[in-house]
Nanobody, 122 residues
Framework: VQLQASGGGLVQAGGSLRLSCAAS????????MAWFRQAPGKERESVAR???????TYYADSVKGRFTIFRDNDKTVFLEMNSLKPEDTAVYYC?????????????????WGQGTLVTVSS
């Protein structure tokens, strides 16, 4: 599967952005999806994950209540980001992992998109 992330940009603190990740290839429904981010000088961190049927989700504590991950049937996964903070500034990557159960939320992801930059100004 190939992934193409988009939707990043510059936003003021308190604002919102929606990131999109379009997947190509077959069997999109067999993949759990995730968003990671990497800020300058920091390690990559998991932001949100969603199971292949959308029934299970995970959020990092730092974004819980502000970010929402969801997916549609057109091979796209989204990250709705509200109440953005300057510390949310990072390159955001989408990722995919083949899973065998509908509600699995894997820790390891094998396919990665190219990243989209989100900058939140104070």
């Amino acid at each position: 599967v190939q992934l193409q992330a988009s939707g990043g940009g510059l936003v003021q603190a308190g604002g919102s952005l929606r990131l999109s990740c379009a997947a190509s290839g077959r069997a999109f429904g067999a993949y759990a999806m995730a968003w990671f981010r990497q800020a300058p000088g920091k390690e990559r961190e998991s932001v949100a994950r969603i199971s292949r049927n959308g029934g299970s989700t995970y959020y990092a504590d730092s974004v819980k209540g502000r970010f929402t991950i969801f997916r549609d049937n057109d091979k796209t996964v989204f990250l709705e980001m509200n109440s953005l903070k300057p510390e949310d500034t990072a390159v955001y990557y989408c990722a995919a992992a083949r899973t065998w159960r509908n509600t699995d939320l894997p820790l390891r992801f094998d396919y990665w998109g190219q990243g989209t930059l989100v900058t939140v100004s104070s």
